[in-house]
């Protein structure tokens, strides 16, 4: 018998050198955690399945926005509807996506964490460019990107539609200049309370089903209690813990709110606001402080 041909043996010269390439500063790593957690909350490059449900979610927050803008253009006569602000409001708009948006956060927000949790990867990520504060930063930014996608973006429809509409597109810029900011800082407003009570809800179990049963849970309980303290008391100043319309009401100060609108004292909505924010920016302290899973 004749023994099997083997390969000749080869040596490789295998040598650590230093790198030359150009380094990029660390927020490029933080931005590209960000980027991709963002794509993947919204079923970017997953099966199909998994882009149907956000991708609706975001069609329906904008659907208002849509038919304001296209009724003057359908209707050009109406004397009853002139602009797209005379359809709905600023105000009317954020409470008509209340409830998609509070969907879309539950099934987004939390995943951000909770899918990484799950695989346990954050020593892997430690390990590498990113540091605790560098991944929580990236997976706030990712959760601000998604919120502010379906609460500022169908506001600037509406703003940027009605001058598109409009028989003097400059003078209805020049006539609607100072909403810009007040747009924005309604989008920021809803971004930010969603997003960090979402985030922290995801940093407490790898589970994304616990995760979207709690933020929903939280929400609609706070919403139920709230509502029936305040109609049994008579009292607006109860209005202030139904959670999913705090940040809504708080833009009753600043944005044209229809009159009769039953909001609760201004100071009391920032002030659980502001408990809401700092409270969610605690737990994720907690959870990652020192760049361990907790």
Known sequence: MTSPTRPPAVLYDIRYSRFTGQLRPRVYAVLALARSSALGALGVRRSTGAKIWPFLLVVVAYAPA??????????????????????????????????????????????????????RVLTLY????????????GKVIAALLLI??????????????????SDSPID??????ADLPKVVLAGVLLAL???????????????????????????LVASTLGGAVASISNSDAFLAFVLPIVPIDMTASFLDTPEGNVTAPQGLLWAVWLVVVLGAAAVLWRRYRGGRES
């Open 172 to 177: 209805y810029v020049g006539d609607h200049a």
């Open 126 to 137: 430690f390990s590498t460019a990113l540091s605790a504060w560098e991944y929580v930063l």
């Open 148 to 165: 502010l996608l379906v609460t500022l973006g169908p506001l600037l429809v509406l703003l940027i539609g009605g001058a598109l509409v």
């Open 66 to 119: 849509v038919v304001a803008v296209g009724i003057p253009l359908l209707v050009p006569d109406n004397d009853e509807f002139t602009e797209p602000l005379d359809f709905v409001s600023y105000y009317e708009l954020l409470a008509l996506i209340a409830t998609p948006l509070l969907a879309y956060v539950a099934t987004t927000i939390p995943s951000l964490l909770t899918r990484d949790r799950r695989d």
């Open 193 to 219: 309370f969603h997003a960090g009570w979402g985030l922290a809800i995801g940093s407490l179990t790898p589970r994304r089903v616990f995760a979207v049963g709690g933020y929903l849970g939280v929400m």
